[in-house]
């Protein structure tokens, strides 16, 4: 089998062990017509896995194929559940760092909501990075002392010095993984500073089979021993892992490491056992997993049944392709309402608000996340509505 140099740790070599063919290339841009989503750039993933280090990445990315502009829709600010979440994560940073009166970069903010929340309620000053932030959407409520700059987080921005270095999901979409956090590293040089990485946890993506959290966006793939291993190997000493929001986020603590600054490892970074198990059979576990989805469907189709997924972004785009779904999913609701109007990336599905399920009254509603069951049968109910939900 062809082996590849790993772009984590720079050293060991990378085993292919999943592909897919024909992926659209972004699941999270506006889309304006069935045409244009249905026409939508697609890429090959070849997911390999670094016996070395544990780091897993699609081999076939290639950059040039992904947008990252202001028509890229990935806010979950619209859901109480998220919100809960995240102001729970705002609150125990700015507890266990201290963070008042600091100054707190964020690299790949978004919409900007973690970063504003984390300035208001710790009276923080801050500057975040992302070339999808658009000024509109922060409210007019922000703090004076945010700066939001709507470019790629680089080396250029080496002299924007912080207390706090913080990223949300935004590793994950970076391919040259050890040169990115090597640079983060570079820009903090000697001055102290805390780092709080989140990214999507890789562990649960490979035991589950979780296919729909594999897409082209995602060329990168962690595991809190392959996390911790990068951070380690780029000058950081890590002080914390952590799985969250039900483990599908992974997080990091660390700080820049200096002499005398040693720690070992911690406990869940003893995984490569684990991971070298899981990717071994992970092909033929995802086939099984496909076969099962398409049997629910299959009997919806034979009982006449209507068919919604509830979530339109990166899970739901991976779902219906991997599944090739057309004609046997009626619509694609989302409660985001800027998505409202717009078409998923390689099908055409159209994605449309809670209330428009009035009028089709779905049987059957797959949710792309099942943290968000609850929440999503309490809408259903407030409209009226009572079908069936199933979950990823």
């Given at each position: 089998m062809k082996t590849h140099t790993c772009p984590g740790?720079?050293?060991?070599q990378m085993s292919i062990f999943y592909s897919q063919d024909s992926v659209p290339s972004n699941s999270c841009i506006l889309l304006s017509s069935p045409k244009e989503a249905i026409a939508y750039p697609r890429g090959r993933m070849d997911m390999g896995f670094c016996d070395?280090?544990?780091?897993?990445?699609?081999?076939?990315?290639?950059?040039?194929?992904?947008?990252y502009s202001q028509r890229y829709e990935e806010t979950q600010a619209f859901s109480g559940t998220f919100n809960a979440f995240h102001i729970a994560l705002v609150e125990r940073l700015i507890r266990d760092y201290r963070l008042t009166g600091k100054r707190v970069l964020e690299i790949g903010c978004?919409?900007?909501e973690f970063l504003k929340l984390i300035c208001q309620k710790g009276n923080?000053?801050?500057i975040g990075f992302d070339p999808g932030f658009r000024p509109e959407r922060i409210g007019s409520d922000s703090s004076p002392d945010i700066t939001f700059v709507q470019d790629f987080?680089?080396?250029?921005y080496a002299h924007e010095k912080a207390?706090?270095?913080c990223s949300k999901m935004t590793l994950e979409h970076i391919s040259q993984t050890g040169d990115f956090v090597a640079g983060v590293r570079r820009a903090i040089g000697e001055y102290r500073c805390d780092v709080f990485f989140q990214i999507p946890e890789a562990t649960r993506i490979l035991a589950d089979c979780a296919f729909e959290d594999i897409y082209y966006e995602h060329c990168s793939y962690f595991t809190p021993g392959s996390l911790a291993r990068l951070f380690r190997s780029k000058g950081f000493t890590v002080t914390k892992l952590s799985t969250e929001y039900d483990g599908q986020y992974l997080t990091i603590e660390a700080r820049p490491r200096a002499a005398g600054d040693e720690s070992p490892p911690l406990d869940q970074e003893d995984d490569l056992a684990t991971l070298r198990r899981y990717t071994a059979d992970f092909s033929s576990r995802v086939r099984k997993k496909l076969e099962q989805w398409r049997s629910v469907l299959d009997r919806a189709a034979t009982n006449g049944d209507k068919v919604a997924l509830w979530g339109s972004g990166s899970k739901a785009v991976s779902f219906l392709t991997t599944l090739e779904l057309t004609s046997e999913i009626e619509q694609i609701v989302d409660i985001n309402p800027h998505r409202w109007g717009h078409y998923m990336a390689g099908t055409g599905h159209p994605i449309v608000s809670p209330a428009e399920l009035t009028e089709s009254r779905p049987d059957l509603v797959i949710a792309m996340n099942p943290i968000y069951k609850r929440e999503i049968t309490r809408d259903l109910s407030s409209i009226g509505l009572s079908p069936t939900v199933l979950t990823l």
């Open positions: 740790c720079l050293d060991g070395s280090c544990g780091f897993i990445s699609n081999l076939s990315f290639d950059p040039r194929l992904t947008e978004g919409k900007g923080n000053s801050g987080y680089s080396d250029k207390d706090f270095v």
